[in-house]
C-alpha cells in the first residue's frame, strides 16, 4: 500500500474514504464494495457496534462479543474495499487529504464522514469522570463493572447509610436510552443479584431516572409517556420529571434543590456530534453537526458527505432527523448506491428521503413501546416485536442465534450471563474505576 | 458485618476464611457450605475462571463472559457462605488475621489460601512488558488485542520486512499451554483472517513455538510429544526445542545465538505461585510454592491450609503434583470435605491421595491428546473427548450450551466469534497496547 490508498491498481477510479464503520458508513462500504468501486474503511476500532443492544452488555445480561463484528468479517467479500484501523487526526478539505493520528496520510477523491457521536455535559466536562456514558463497549464494561461493583462495596459496608448510597444509582436523561439503563438495572438488582448477597440487600438498591424535560421518551407520543413511567415505577425506579441536574459531585448529585448521597451515576442526557466534522469548516448545529444539504454533502463542500449522528440532515418539513440507528442504515443505503451510480453513469446524486420504521424503546420484561405512524404497540406486543426485530437487524447470523439463546435463557430463569469485571476496569484496591484517559465518542 | 467477618449469628462455629475462588476454594467453599458451616470466600475478582479454555478467548474463539461465572453466583445457595471482593496484603500466622488492601481485617480460626499461581520470568522482570503471559481474563483480552493488532498493522505496513516482522508471533515454552496457543493461532491466521486482509497475508504469518527442553509437551510421553510436534508442523508452526530464550527485546526475540524480528511474543513458560503463600512463614519451594504436609497443612502452622497451583504437594513417591485444575479441584473437595468433619465430630483429617484422571492438550482442529495410565488417545478421537470433558467441566449450564454452540458453529464455519479489541485495550494512536498497571497472578 503506499499513501495514495489501493486504487493504484485501477488508476482511473476515484479514490473514495470513508470514517467510521457504523450503521451508516458501513452501507457506504457493501453498496461501493457491490459496484467493484474501490473504498477505503476507516476507523480506530476493529469492529461494527450494535449501539441498540449497548446497554445489555452495560447491564450485564450480553457479553461484548455479541453485539459487536469485526468491520473486516463484515466487508470481507467486498474485494474492492479495503479496511484500516486507524484514527483521523487532521481533515484538510483544500487538498483532499487525511492525516492519521500516527502520521499516514490518505489522498481522496470523495470523502464520506460518518463518524457518529459522543457525550455532551453541557459545559461540565467534570462530570464526565463521575457519570460516564455508553456509547463504546469500553463504556459498557465501565458501567457493567461501576453497578457490579457498588454491590460488592455494599456487601463489604459496615455503615447502614453508606450500604444504602452505594445501592444508589442515578440515571440522567430519560430518553430511550436512560429508560432502558433503568429498566434494566432495576431487573438486574431485583430478580438477579437478590439472592446473592449476605448483608447487601440488591433488591433494596435505589434507582433514580432524572430527565430535565417535563417526561421521558420525550420523542413518543404524551400517552406512551406515562405508560413507560408507570412501567418503571412498578420496577421500583423513581422518576423525576422537570428535574435538570445541578451538580454531580464525588459521591453526589443535586436536583431539584437537592443533594443525594449516590453511589452511581450514568449520563444518558445529552449528545454530541464527533469532533471531526468542526475540521472541514462547513456550518454546523449546537451539537457540533454538520449540515449537509439534501444529497447529504456538507454545505460547501461538493465532495465531502457526512451521515449519521455526525449530520444535521434537515426533512423539507423543516424538521432535523433523530440520531437514530435506522436514519444513519438508511442514509448509508441512499448515498453508496447514489455515489456508485454517479461514478459509473454520471448520473446526479439524489436528495435522501428518511423513512421511519417506527420509534422503539424498551423497558423491561414484557414491557416496550413501539410508534409508527398510526400504530401504537405496548407491552408485551412491543417487547416481543422489539426482540425479534433487534435479533433480525443484528449483524451475522452467529450473533442472531446466540443473542436470542441469551435472551431465551435469562427469560426463562432470571439470570444474566455477563456479569464478570475484569481487572483492567476497576481498582480493586480502592474499589473504584481507574480515571478514564479519554472521553467516548467517535 | 463486623471486622470479625460474619460468625457473630453463631458464636460456637470456628470462623473459615478462604482466600480465592478458583477450582480449589470453590470447592473448600461448597463443601462447607453443604454442611451448614459459616465461611467467608475472598477474592481479588467477582469471577471464578474456567482457566482451561482461557487460550480461547486469548485467541479470540471465545468471549471472556463464556468462560468466567460470578463466584457469589455459585455459592448462592450456601447461605452459610459470605463472598467478599478483596484483595489480601498480609497475613498474621500468630494472630490469625488477614489485613486487606483497602485496610479491612479479618480473623480466622482456619484459613485455606488457594490463591494460584502467576508468571515467572526466571529474574528477567523487563520481559514481563513485552511478552505477557495467560493467567487471568484480563490477560487473555491483552493478548487477542496484541494477535489481531499485530495484523491490523501489518495491514497498513508499506515495507515487506516490517510486514514480515508485524507478523510474526513468538510463543515461549512448550507446554500445554504454549501448544494450545500455538495451534489455535495458527488456525486463526489460516483459516479465519485469510480472506480479510488485501494487502497483508495473514496465512503467511509466521509462528514460532520455542521450548526450551528437548521436547514439547514434556509431562507426556516422547511419542506422544512427537505427535503433536508434527502436527504444530502441518499447521505452519515452527517448533524450536532445545532453545531456551536469551533474550527478548522491543521487536525481537534471541534464542539459540539467533535474533529474530518479531511482532508478538507471548509467554507460556515460567510459573510462580502466588507471592501470598511465602506470607505464611512456611517453606517454600523454588517456585515459590508452600510445603503442605499429606493433609494439605502449611508446613509447621496447624491452622492453615494451601492447595492448588500455590502449594508443594508431594505424593507418597516423592513426586511433586502438577499445576493442574484436576489437583486442585480433588484438593479442594478433600479438604472441604475433611475441614467440615472434623469441626462436626472432631474427626482427624485425612491424607490427600491424588487421582488422575488423565493429561490432556489441544493442538488443533481434530488433532490433541490424551494420556492416562496405560490409555493413550490422539487425534480425532481425543479432540471429540476433550471437548465433550470440557463442555461438561464448565460451571454452570448457560456456559455449557453457549460454549458447545460457538464450538459448534466455529467447526462448521470456520469464523471466529470474539475478534473484537475495545479502546480500553490498546492505543490506537500508537496501535500499541497501554503499559500494562500490574503483572499478572493472583
Known amino acids: 500500500m503506499n499513501q495514495e490508498g489501493t486504487v493504484a491498481a485501477q488508476?482511473?477510479?476515484p479514490r473514495i474514504v470513508i470514517v467510521g464503520g457504523g450503521f451508516a458508513g458501513l452501507e457506504v462500504a457493501k453498496a461501493l464494495g457491490r459496484a467493484g468501486l474501490p473504498a477505503v474503511m476507516l476507523d480506530r476500532q476493529n469492529h461494527h457496534l450494535f449501539q441498540p443492544l449497548l446497554y445489555q452488555v452495560a447491564t450485564a445480561a450480553l457479553s461484548a462479543t455479541d453485539v459487536a463484528e469485526p468491520i473486516r468479517k463484515v466487508l470481507r467479500r467486498y474485494e474492492s474495499v479495503?479496511?484500516?484501523?486507524?484514527?483521523?487526526?487532521?481533515?484538510?478539505?483544500?487538498?483532499?487529504?487525511?492525516?492519521?493520528?500516527?502520521?499516514?496520510?490518505?489522498?481522496?477523491?470523495?470523502?464520506?464522514?460518518?463518524?457518529?457521536?459522543?457525550?455532551?455535559?453541557?459545559?461540565?466536562?467534570d462530570w464526565a469522570e463521575r457519570a460516564p456514558g455508553l456509547k463504546t463497549l469500553g463504556d459498557a464494561r465501565r458501567i457493567r463493572?461501576?453497578?457490579?461493583?457498588?454491590?460488592?462495596?455494599?456487601?463489604?459496608?459496615?455503615?447502614?447509610?453508606?450500604?444504602?448510597?452505594?445501592?444508589?444509582?442515578?440515571?440522567?436523561?430519560?430518553?430511550?436510552?436512560?429508560?432502558?439503563?433503568?429498566g434494566s438495572l432495576a431487573e438486574l438488582r431485583r430478580y438477579t443479584l437478590a439472592r446473592d448477597f449476605r448483608s447487601a440487600r440488591p433488591e433494596a438498591a435505589k434507582i433514580m431516572l432524572i430527565e430535565a424535560g417535563p417526561r421521558i421518551l420525550p420523542a413518543f407520543l404524551p400517552e406512551t409517556s406515562d405508560y413507560a413511567r408507570r412501567r418503571l415505577e412498578k420496577l421500583g425506579?423513581?422518576?423525576?420529571?422537570?428535574?435538570?441536574?445541578?451538580?454531580?459531585?464525588?459521591?453526589?448529585?443535586?436536583?431539584?434543590?437537592?443533594?443525594?448521597?449516590?453511589?452511581?451515576?450514568?449520563?444518558?442526557?445529552g449528545v454530541a456530534a464527533s469532533p471531526l466534522g468542526a475540521q472541514l469548516g462547513a456550518p454546523t448545529d449546537r451539537a457540533g453537526r454538520v449540515m449537509v444539504d439534501e444529497c447529504l454533502r456538507a454545505q460547501g463542500l461538493s465532495n465531502v458527505f457526512v451521515l449519521g449522528d455526525a449530520a444535521a440532515f434537515t426533512d423539507p418539513a423543516g424538521k432535523?432527523?433523530?440520531?437514530?440507528?435506522?436514519?444513519?442504515?438508511?442514509?448509508?443505503?441512499?448515498?453508496?448506491?447514489?455515489?456508485?451510480?454517479?461514478?459509473?453513469t454520471g448520473a446526479p446524486l439524489e436528495p435522501f428521503e428518511y423513512r421511519s420504521r417506527g420509534n422503539?424503546?424498551?423497558?423491561?420484561?414484557h414491557a416496550a413501546v413501539f410508534e409508527r405512524e398510526r400504530l401504537r404497540l405496548k407491552g408485551w406486543i412491543a417487547w416481543l416485536a422489539w426482540a425479534i426485530i433487534h435479533v433480525y437487524l443484528l449483524v451475522g447470523f452467529q450473533h442472531r442465534m446466540m443473542v436470542s439463546l441469551q435472551w431465551l435463557w435469562r427469560y426463562l430463569t432470571f439470570e444474566r450471563g455477563a456479569r464478570v469485571m475484569t481487572e483492567e476496569s476497576f481498582d480493586v484496591r480502592t474499589a473504584r474505576l481507574p480515571t478514564r484517559t479519554r472521553t467516548s465518542g467517535k
Open 320 to 344: 432535523p432527523l433523530p440520531g437514530l440507528a435506522q436514519v444513519a442504515k438508511q442514509q448509508g443505503i441512499h448515498l453508496g448506491q447514489g455515489l456508485a451510480r454517479h461514478i459509473r
Open 360 to 365: 422503539t424503546a424498551i423497558i423491561g420484561r
Open 145 to 182: 463493572a461501576l453497578a457490579l461493583l457498588a454491590f460488592e462495596r455494599a456487601e463489604r459496608a459496615i455503615e447502614p447509610d453508606e450500604q444504602a448510597r452505594l445501592m444508589t444509582i442515578a440515571i440522567v436523561g430519560g430518553g430511550p436510552t436512560g429508560v432502558e439503563l433503568a
Open 237 to 269: 425506579v423513581d422518576v423525576f420529571t422537570g428535574t435538570p441536574v445541578e451538580d454531580i459531585g464525588e459521591d453526589t448529585i443535586t436536583f431539584a434543590g437537592h443533594t443525594v448521597p449516590v453511589g452511581v451515576v450514568l449520563w444518558a442526557a
Open 82 to 125: 479495503q479496511v484500516l484501523l486507524g484514527e483521523v487526526s487532521e481533515i484538510d478539505t483544500a487538498r483532499n487529504t487525511l492525516r492519521l493520528a500516527d502520521g499516514l496520510v490518505l489522498g481522496y477523491d470523495y470523502l464520506v464522514l460518518a463518524t457518529g457521536a459522543g457525550h455532551s455535559y453541557f459545559g461540565h466536562d
Open 11 to 13: 488508476p482511473r477510479a
